[in-house]
């Protein structure tokens, strides 16, 4: 499945003001430790801390297959004067219900200084841009009940399905 692969140029309004320019980029290798200070954050946020932490395997796992052309998984990030301030991941998969791959946005995360900056609005946009040059028509993404903040930004550049998530570890 092709993947777009170019920069994108996001310039968020707020007010009557325009913003400073956010930078929204495939993930590159040497982007490691910026990266892993955000999904350091991103687990946190979820529980994932300490004693809860993902394993440094699972972790190392995600981040190769960044890199592998097989997987359907992708990595992008956002940030302004080459300071990284945010991560979207997202994957490609089948549906019964429709013959073009349909993408999921797994992960989605501003570095809370620079919440509320158009952070994370722009690296949703640029999720559909990149969903739209695979062929795909649909982008969707779960978020916890608690996660008021992100959902009035959630609220406003998609909407909600009506749907309930039930999981089981088997």
């Not at 395997?57 to 300071?83: I, K, N």
């Not at 797994?106 to 040059?133: C, K, M, N, P, W």
Request: aromatic share 12%; proline share 3%; charged share 20%.
């Amino acid at each position: 499945m092709a993947f777009f692969h170019a920069t994108t140029l996001w310039r968020p309004v707020q007010g009557d003001a325009v913003t400073p320019s956010i930078e929204v980029r495939t993930v590159r290798r040497d982007d490691f430790e910026a990266w892993r200070q955000l999904w350091d954050g991103y687990n946190a946020f979820y529980g994932r801390s300490g004693t809860t932490a993902l394993p440094a395997e699972v972790t190392q796992t995600t981040w190769e297959r960044f890199f592998d052309v097989s997987e359907p998984m992708h990595a992008l990030v956002a940030g302004r004067s080459g300071a990284l301030l945010g991560l979207a991941h997202f994957l490609y998969h089948r549906s019964t219900i429709q013959l073009q791959p349909t993408c999921y946005l797994q992960d989605l995360f501003t570095a809370e200084a620079a919440r509320g900056h158009g952070i994370g609005r722009a690296l949703i946009h640029a999720v559909y841009e990149r969903a739209r040059s695979a062929g795909s028509t649909r982008v969707y993404w779960q978020t916890h009940e608690s996660n008021a903040v992100a959902m009035r930004l959630y609220d406003k550049v998609a909407e909600k399905s009506g749907f309930i998530v039930y999981r089981q570890n088997v």
